[in-house]
Structures are given as structure tokens and as C-alpha cells.
């Protein structure tokens, strides 16, 4: 069965910490492992990334997948209160009759404080 | 740039009523999903659709039918609504795979409250 398992669960840092954020995942036919942040409302794309050893960075944040080992993390450094948020792991992969299918981990809730 | 919009955006059901969510884009895009999010569950997907005409289930589709009848609109049945089924539900598209530029794959609309009493 396919799976994308997020850890930890729930995370509280301070200010100003760096914070690393893990995704593992079993699937078949991938095709791309994705980031998003959910705060209040529908999740905002992160990072997409679909080849081993290849940092993707966006300001503060940077990715890396893991292909062999079937692994992802979320980097988050000079933590700010903004950052609170659900960050969610996704898998794509390829379906019987065409198209794609992405399967979410249950998400890290991260918080901030001063 | 509307993107995809669902309604209603709130709704309280009594158990065994029935409703249905609309979902439209207008991105032209092949593939919807219909996806609960409940707390510490992740978005765990209900039906998809691979094109006009066509949909599959998807992890959790028990008590749930969909429609897409029209490219641009899926519709989500609850038909006798239960308890279990308060969540928020989001509806998704994406593009063929071969019309992915901009590195994202998945465009979520707001989401849908629905609390069943």
C-alpha cells in the first residue's frame, strides 16, 4: 500500500532556530515528491522535487530528496512566527489509466514562538 | 484568476441528509481530486477524475459519489450524510503532465466546512 509518513507530528521552536522537517515514503510509479504550508486555509506550494541529491531553496527554506533511501527534508532556518504552519508532504505517482495521484503525509504542525 | 472555486464554502447538515459540493476550474485542466482533511489526518483523497466522463475512488470513498459530467466541474455527493463525514474538503486539479512549467502539480481550491449533526 502506498504511504508518506511525516515526522514529527508537532514541533514548537523559538525564534531564530532551524528547524528540520521529514518525509519517508513507499510508493510505486513516482513520479515527484512535493511541499506545501497550510496555515488557515487550502495548502500553498512549496517545493517540487524529482531528482536525488538536489537542493531546491526558496529564501529561508531548501529541500532535498532522497531516492534511494525514499526520503525527504524541509529545512527551515532563522525560524520567524510567519512560519507557523501545517507543512505537508505529498508523493505523485503515476495511475492505472493514465493521469496522476498524490498521497499526503499527515503533516507536521510546526509553531513559533517569541 | 479565479483557479478553482468550490461552494459552498459552509454547510450544517442533519445526519441522513443529503447535499453535494461543486467544484469548477478554469484552468482547463484533465485531472480533479476531492480530498478530506480531518485533524491529524493529512488530505486524504475521496474520488478523482482523469477526464470528462471519468472518475475512481480514491482512499476513503465510502459514502461519497462523484460526477463530471463537464471538463471543468466535479461534484461531490454525500448521500446520507453522517457524522463521520464533518470535515473540510478540499477539491484539486492538475494539469496533464506534459503542461507542467511551473514545478507546482496540484491547485487546491479554499475548502468546504461541513459539520454533520
Known amino acids: 500500500e502506498d504511504k508518506v509518513v511525516q515526522s514529527p507530528l508537532s514541533l514548537v521552536v523559538h525564534e531564530g532556530d532551524t528547524v528540520t522537517l521529514n518525509c519517508s515514503y513507499e510508493v510505486t510509479n513516482f513520479r515527484s515528491l512535493l511541499w506545501y504550508k497550510q496555515e488557515k486555509k487550502a495548502p500553498t506550494f512549496l517545493f517540487m522535487l524529482?531528482?536525488?541529491?538536489i537542493e531546491k531553496k526558496s529564501g529561508r527554506l531548501s529541500s532535498i530528496l532522497d531516492k534511494k533511501e525514499l526520503f525527504s527534508i524541509l529545512n527551515i532556518t532563522a525560524t520567524q512566527t510567519g512560519d507557523s504552519a501545517i507543512y505537508l508532504c505529498?508523493?505523485?505517482?503515476?495511475?492505472?489509466?493514465?493521469?496522476?495521484?498524490?498521497?499526503f503525509g499527515t503533516g507536521t504542525q510546526l509553531k513559533v514562538e517569541l | 484568476n479565479a483557479g478553482v472555486t468550490q461552494t459552498p464554502k459552509f454547510r450544517v447538515l442533519k445526519t441522513g441528509q443529503s447535499m453535494t459540493l461543486l467544484c469548477a476550474q478554469d484552468m482547463n485542466h484533465e485531472y480533479m481530486y476531492w480530498y478530506r482533511q480531518d485533524p491529524g489526518m493529512g488530505l486524504r483523497l475521496i474520488h478523482y477524475s482523469v477526464g470528462e466522463g471519468t472518475t475512481a475512488k480514491g482512499e476513503v470513498p465510502d459514502g461519497y459519489n462523484v460526477s463530471r459530467l463537464k471538463k471543468q466541474n466535479f461534484l461531490l455527493g454525500l448521500e446520507s450524510a453522517a457524522p463521520s463525514q464533518t470535515s473540510v474538503y478540499f477539491c484539486?486539479?492538475?494539469?496533464?503532465?506534459?503542461?507542467?512549467?511551473?514545478?507546482?502539480?496540484?491547485?487546491f481550491g479554499e475548502g468546504s466546512w461541513l459539520t454533520v449533526v
Open positions: 524529482t531528482s536525488s541529491g
Open positions: 484539486a486539479s492538475s494539469p496533464h503532465r506534459d503542461r507542467i512549467y511551473s514545478g507546482n502539480t496540484i491547485y
Open positions: 505529498a508523493v505523485e505517482y503515476r495511475v492505472t489509466g493514465g493521469g496522476n495521484k498524490l498521497t
